[in-house]
């Protein structure tokens, strides 16, 4: 028994033994193409690309900008030079007339026309006016607008009154008839009543120191107007000297002295408080020593309102009437936006100095305009010169025709 438990452990070794090398052999026959790929590494994944940001839509182009005209430029003997366009930062320039040159290339700015810088006075009667051209008779309405428009043009109570009543018995006599027929009989009235003798020129003499006198009250533009006059007359030709007479308003001489530099002229003044009447005579002796011929003197403002300071300007032209001086003109100084207070002035000034001449300051800054004909018809005094702007050009001499033709187109 043990014996053939022997011999089956044998058979299972030989059997397996065998089995072993059969396979062993197998394997060897297939060789290496055959065995199995070894497993392969994990290949890296690229990471995913950002999102491209959205292109925005092309800007539409920007329409340019329309060119800007040049500014018109007056005929003159030569050619006008290329307009230059201006650009954002710089306005288009002011027009300008060219003047002859003195080595400097200086250029004026064209002064503005008296009709043109009448715009408020004009307003005042345009209304009026268009309504009684509408009527078709003359009526109570009729005077009652006509005197409401010459009253807010400050034309005065004393002048309407005039005016009107010459109208109304030419329109009862049967002479006018009709709306148009008044108006137009109003406006030669009003041409007529600025009509006075001797006219609007600056009286100036010949061989002799020429004084003019400038009074008024403070405020009204007086240093201001002595300045733009010394310019007038050095553009005419003429050598002159300012006088500071104002010593009583501080800094009055600082103010005349500025504008004596702008006219390149000489200027006498005194000490604050000092005499003027020395000041003024100062002037004419050293204006004569130099052989200039005229003389523009200041003086201190609301004289008309204490009498010692009345007798002070009378002082004033007593010693500028001395030789080698001569007053040829004293100038009353008024601003048109005062109106008729500026007659009470002229009453006073007329009384002190016997005044020459109106200068009618700030006219293109007021409706009452009309206050022209009240000095003129009242007084008698000539409105010589007239303020239509702040430029030193803006002083022009006064034109009836044209102050009449202001209120009335």
Not at 58 to 86: D, N, S
Not at 125 to 133: E, I, K, P, W
Not at 183 to 212: I, Q, Y
Request: net charge neutral; aromatic share 4%; hydrophobic share 45%.
């Amino acid at each position: 028994m043990i014996a053939l438990w022997i011999v089956l452990a044998v058979v299972v070794l030989v059997t397996i033994l065998v089995s072993s090398v059969a396979l062993s052999r197998r394997a060897s026959r297939r060789g290496p193409e055959s065995a199995a790929p070894p497993p392969s590494a994990p290949t890296a994944t690229p990471p995913p690309a950002p999102p491209r940001r959205a292109t925005p839509p092309p800007a539409p182009p920007r329409r340019a900008a329309p060119p800007v005209p040049a500014p018109p430029q007056p005929e003159t003997g030569e050619p006008p030079p290329p307009a230059v366009a201006p650009t954002a930062e710089a306005p288009p320039p002011s027009p300008t007339v060219a003047v002859p040159d003195d080595g400097a290339g200086a250029e004026v700015v064209a002064p503005a026309d008296l009709r043109d810088r009448m715009g408020k006075t004009r307003g005042v009667f345009s209304g009026y006016l268009r309504a009684l051209r509408g009527r078709g008779s003359v009526d109570g309405q009729t005077w009652d607008d006509l005197e409401e428009a010459l009253l807010r043009a400050d034309v005065g109570v004393a002048t309407t009154t005039a005016l009107l009543e010459d109208l109304r018995q030419r329109v009862r006599s049967g002479e006018l008839r009709g709306p148009d027929a008044v108006v137009a009989a109003l406006r030669a009235a009003l041409r007529a009543s600025l009509e006075v003798a001797g006219g609007v020129d600056l009286r100036f003499e010949e061989g002799v120191t020429n004084v003019w006198l400038f009074v008024g009250v403070n405020g009204v533009g007086k240093t201001t107007t002595i300045g733009k006059i010394a310019r007038r007359q050095v553009a005419q030709g003429r050598t002159l000297l300012l006088a500071a007479g104002d010593t009583f308003r501080a800094a009055a001489a600082e103010q005349l002295g500025i504008w004596a530099q702008r006219a390149d002229v000489g200027l006498v003044r005194g000490a604050e408080g000092s005499d003027p009447s020395a000041v003024v005579f100062d002037a004419v002796q050293r204006a004569s020593a130099r052989g200039q011929e005229l003389v523009l003197a200041d003086t201190a403002g609301r004289l008309h309102t204490k009498v010692n300071l009345v007798e002070e300007l009378k002082k004033i032209r007593r010693v500028a009437d001395r030789p080698p001086g001569r007053v040829t003109e004293v100038l009353l100084v008024l601003d048109a936006t005062t109106g008729q207070n500026g007659l009470t002035q002229a009453r006073q000034f007329l009384d002190a100095v016997g005044v020459t001449g109106v200068v009618l300051t700030k006219l293109d800054g007021t409706a009452k305009g009309g206050i022209v004909v009240a000095i003129q018809r009242e007084f008698g005094l000539p409105v010589k010169l007239v303020g239509i702007g702040e430029g030193p050009d803006d002083l022009v001499a006064f034109d009836a025709d044209r102050f009449v033709d202001a209120l009335f187109e």
